[in-house]
């Protein structure tokens, strides 16, 4: 069997620890999808003054529609997009070693400001989001699609 089908963590070693990145979860999807929800309201409230407070309650209102009909689930188009980017694929990589963290496997903790010092170093975070591709998109690994695409989306390059 597949060590990632059977929820085996792979070593990565970093900065004198070798943390363990547990294949992802359904635990780490809701954690993900919560993260994403919470992502989408912040950049509602940073627009509340331009918006007033009729328009804020309109849109908080759809917010809570979005949240309630699974708008920001795992393998939606927003949380897609999101894995796209350095600070989503920051933070799968962190819920996967947290994960990791806690009884059977007790791998090292984590911080997410270690997370972000993993992804500042451009060959260590290549090395990670390949391990991670491995473990989560086996069937994508290393395939690209007709534009030349990563066919998971934790190949894309880092971006700020």
């Known amino acids: 069997m597949d060590a990632a089908l059977a929820g085996v963590p792979a070593d990565f070693p970093f900065g004198g620890s070798v943390y363990k990145v547990l294949p992802r979860t359904f635990e780490a999807e809701l954690a993900f999808q919560t ?3 919470g992502q989408a309201y912040e950049a509602l409230v940073r627009h509340r003054q331009r918006l007033g407070e009729a328009e804020f309650a309109a849109r908080s209102a ?13 393998g939606t188009r927003p949380a897609w ?3 796209l980017t350095r600070s989503g694929q920051e933070k799968l990589v962190w819920l996967k070693i947290t994960a990791a963290a806690s ?4 791998g090292p ?3 997410e400001e270690e997370v972000h010092r993993i992804a500042s170093d451009p060959e260590a975070w290549a090395r ?3 391990l991670v591709e491995a473990q989560d ?7 690209t699609g007709p534009n030349g695409q990563a066919g998971a ?5 880092p971006s700020a």
């Open 35 to 37: 993260w994403l929800e």
């Open 62 to 74: 759809d917010w809570v529609r979005d949240c309630a009909a699974g708008a920001y689930e795992w």
């Open 81 to 83: 997009l999101r894995l």
């Open 103 to 106: 009884p059977p496997h007790n």
């Open 109 to 111: 903790r984590i911080s």
């Open 128 to 130: 990670l989001l390949a």
């Open 137 to 143: 998109f086996p069937e994508a690994a290393g395939a």
């Open 153 to 157: 989306p934790t190949s894309a390059a």
